[in-house]
């Protein structure tokens, strides 16, 4: 395979893993909501919360159809895109595989069924713990995929033997430091993608009719959760920045574009990374605070990329990608902030806002989706050329595929996924313009 075979097979599974990470991210987020509003079905307003409920768990359902056939390709290119990644790591990574989708197939069998059909056949306390028991399957099956992607950018507990990874403590290899913030950074980033997804959604029923109460607390319930989820991101987003500097020294080199080792190093919000090098620095920085996330050796000397001639990161698409991250949460925060000074007056209802601002709304809506695919961004390709550790590199687990072949697949799959992306925003639209459709109240009928 060539190099460009490489470079388009790198994009064609980063095009088959973000795909996925969208669905999921609204599932995984989506997941908790609906427990959230199954509970408050208890109390005072109960009518109100489960209409918001039964609203959203339309969207989950579709969100874990296009979640569940997302994941085939992306373990499928496992095999067909880099068929030596298994056999080097096939020990470490299958059982983690293998426990993603038990869990998986566990849940949907055993508890999401019973969630989306048999609501009047259950009482609403057995019903509310079935919402929950498909909140923890969605998560528990989210850690394996995280841990998988963990382990192999910070590798822990294993050994290796001939070229093969072989577990020597399980609890050592679910220990990888990586685990707690990437983990992390997926659950508050669903979160919020969650909450913004909510907001454009309700400010669209609004513009299609009147607002209902059903619509005021899913609106509600998105801001103060968009709020809540953007507060614990920061603190996730600095803690994987030191961790990245002491695991990744290159990744976080490339992420500041700082080239020369030893210099104190100004944070770089715009520039042209490739010309840093040359002196030519960007309008907005950060005088001597970049190296607060920048790797050092064992004398305590910057590292910058010029330590890593051979194992150089792609530097401008790692370092747009986190800036590109950065800025849509600084967005969130701004409309967050704006909303709800614009909506406390008149006690958070979304008709208060004008029909202007509810149209910016739902714009706003994709800003979530923007968040986690620039940060997924980052994290993959601010790893490369390594696929495990500093050990492993793409090239070795490449396949043996043409640059025609490689290119063919890349197209079919974006053709497929853009399909996939149409079909569901014209589902999303529709429920959005009739609502819940009303069923005869027939025992078992959901």
């Known amino acids: 395979m060539t ?64 979640s569940f056939a997302a994941s085939m390709p992306v373990l499928i290119q496992f095999g067909g895109v880099w068929p030596g990644l298994m056999e080097r790591v096939g020990d470490v990574v299958g059982p983690m595989l293998a426990a993603s989708m038990l869990c998986l197939f566990i849940f949907k069998s055993c508890f999401l069924g019973v969630m989306l059909f048999a609501q009047r056949m259950l009482s609403n306390v057995v019903h509310t713990l079935v919402v929950f028991m498909v909140a923890v399957g969605v998560t528990v099956t989210a850690f394996w995929l995280v841990a998988v992607l963990a382990w192999m950018q910070v590798p822990t507990g294993v050994d290796v033997v001939e070229g093969h990874y072989v577990v020597l403590d399980w609890l050592a290899v679910l220990g990888t430091p990586a685990l707690p913030w990437y983990g992390g950074l997926l659950l508050a980033g669903s979160l919020l993608t969650v909450a913004f997804f909510m907001l454009g959604v309700t400010c669209a029923q609004t513009m299609q009719r009147p607002v209902t109460d059903n619509e005021r607390l899913a609106f509600r319930t998105a801001l103060f959760l968009g709020a809540a989820a953007w507060c614990v991101q920061v603190f996730l987003v600095a803690g994987n920045g030191f961790m990245t500097a002491e695991h990744q020294p290159a990744k976080a080199a490339a992420a500041a574009a700082y080239w020369h080792s030893g210099e104190q190093p100004d944070l770089i919000f715009v520039a042209a990374p490739s ?172």
Not at 16 to 28: H, R, V
Not at 385 to 394: E, F, I, Q, R, S
Not at 404 to 424: D, E, K, Q, R
């Open 3 to 66: 190099h460009s075979a490489l470079s388009i097979s790198q994009v064609q599974f980063f095009l088959s893993l973000g795909f996925m990470l969208l669905f999921l991210a609204l599932e995984l987020g989506l997941s908790w909501v609906l427990f959230y509003f199954r509970i408050k079905t208890f109390g005072s307003k109960q009518n109100a919360w489960m209409g918001a409920y039964r609203f959203w768990v339309r969207i989950f359902a579709l969100a874990f159809i296009l």
């Open 275 to 446: 010309r840093l090098q040359d002196g030519i620095l960007g309008a907005l920085r950060w005088t001597h605070a970049g190296g607060r996330w920048l790797g050092k050796d064992e004398n305590g000397v910057l590292i910058g990329l010029d330590q890593f001639a051979d194992s150089l990161p792609p530097v401008a698409l790692t370092f747009w990608s986190f800036r590109a991250a950065l800025l849509a949460g600084v967005l969130m925060l701004l409309v967050l902030g704006w909303v709800l000074l614009r909506t406390r007056r008149y006690g958070l209802d979304p008709h208060s806002l004008s029909y202007r601002s509810r149209q910016a709304l739902v714009g706003a809506s994709v800003l979530g989706w923007v968040m986690l695919l620039a940060g997924a961004a980052y994290l993959l390709f601010g790893f490369a050329p390594y696929v495990v550790g500093a050990d492993v590199t793409l090239a070795e687990v490449q396949g043996g595929n043409s640059v025609f072949t490689v290119s063919l697949g890349l197209l079919v799959y974006a053709l497929v996924y853009v399909l996939c992306m149409l079909g569901f925003l014209q589902m999303l639209r529709h429920v959005v313009r009739f609502g819940v459709v009303p069923v005869a109240r027939h025992r078992g009928r959901a």
